[in-house]
C-alpha cells in the first residue's frame, strides 16, 4: 500500500536560517507531489507542485523553492527563513489525475522566531 | 481563477445535532471531495464524488456532488465530539490540471458535549 512520510513534525527556526522539509512517498512511482500551506488553521494555500522529476512549478512568489531529486522524493526548502514562513506546511500525492484526491502527509510545524 | 465557496466558516453545535456544510462555484468540475483534519494533522479523505447527482454515504456523513457540478454538501448526522475539526471541500477540474485539487477555505466544526 502507498504510505506518505513527511519530517520534521515540528521546527522552531530563527529568522534567517536555512530551511529544508522533506516529503517521501511508498508504494508508487510517478506521484504528482504538492506542497501546501497552512496558516492559522484556515485554508490550503499550494506552493509548488511537481508531475517529475526535476519538474517544479510554483504557484505563488515567495522566499520558498521546491525540488524533487528522486521520483517519490520532494524537498521545500528556503535559503533565509522570514517570520512569515511560519505556519503549518503539508506534502501530498496523487496518482495523476486527481479524480482520486489528494494523500496527505501528518504535517510540519515550522515556527519562525 | 477557480474559486471555492464554503460556507458557513465555523459551526458551534451540540453533541446529537445534525450539521450542514457546503461548497458552491462558478466552475464546474469532474470531481468533488470532502476532507476532515483533525488538530495538527494532515487532511484525511471522508468521501470522494465522480458523477453529477452523486449521493454517497460513509457511516454517519453523506456528501452530494450537485447536479450543475457546480456544488457539493456535506450532512453529518448525530454528531459526536469526535467530528470535531476542519471539514474542506476541494474539487477537481481534470483536463491539463496536472491532478491540482481547488479547496474551499474550510469549516471549523466545535461539538460542545
Same mark, same amino acid.
Given at each position: ?14 529568522? %534567517? ?19 501546501? @500551506?497552512?496558516?492559522?488553521? @484556515? ?10 522529476? %526535476? ?40 496518482? %495523476? ?11 510540519? @510545524?515550522?515556527?519562525?522566531? | 481563477?477557480?474559486?471555492? &465557496? ?10 446529537? +445535532? ?26 484525511? *479523505? ?7 447527482? +452523486? *449521493? ?18 456535506? &450532512? ?24 491540482? *485539487? ?12
Amino acid at each position: 500500500s502507498q504510505t506518505i512520510h513527511q519530517w520534521p513534525a515540528t521546527l522552531v527556526q530563527p529568522v %534567517g536560517s536555512p530551511l529544508s522539509l522533506e516529503c517521501t512517498v511508498e508504494g508508487t512511482s510517478n506521484p504528482n507531489l504538492y506542497w501546501y @500551506r497552512q496558516a492559522a488553521g @484556515r485554508g490550503l494555500q499550494l506552493l509548488f507542485y511537481s508531475v517529475g522529476i %526535476g519538474q517544479i512549478s510554483s504557484e505563488v512568489p515567495q522566499n520558498l523553492s521546491a525540488s524533487r531529486p528522486q521520483d517519490r522524493q520532494f524537498i521545500l526548502s528556503s535559503k533565509k527563513l522570514l517570520l512569515s514562513d511560519s505556519g503549518f506546511y503539508l506534502c501530498a500525492w496523487n496518482a %495523476g489525475t486527481g479524480g482520486y484526491g489528494y494523500t496527505f502527509g501528518s504535517g510540519t @510545524r515550522l515556527t519562525v522566531v | 481563477g477557480q474559486q471555492l &465557496n464554503q460556507s458557513p466558516q465555523s459551526m458551534f453545535i451540540q453533541e446529537g +445535532e445534525d450539521v450542514s456544510m457546503n461548497c458552491t462555484s462558478s466552475s464546474i468540475f469532474n470531481t468533488w471531495l470532502w476532507y476532515k483534519q483533525d488538530p495538527g494533522e494532515g487532511p484525511v *479523505l471522508l468521501i470522494a464524488l465522480y458523477k453529477a447527482g +452523486e *449521493l454517497t454515504s460513509n457511516g454517519r456523513l453523506t456528501a452530494q456532488f450537485g447536479i450543475t457540478r457546480k456544488d457539493s454538501f456535506l &450532512n453529518i448526522s448525530a454528531s459526536i465530539p469526535s467530528d470535531v475539526g476542519i471539514y474542506f471541500c476541494a474539487a477537481y477540474a481534470g483536463g491539463t490540471s496536472y491532478g491540482k *485539487l481547488t479547496f474551499g477555505q474550510g469549516t471549523i466544526l466545535t461539538v460542545h458535549p
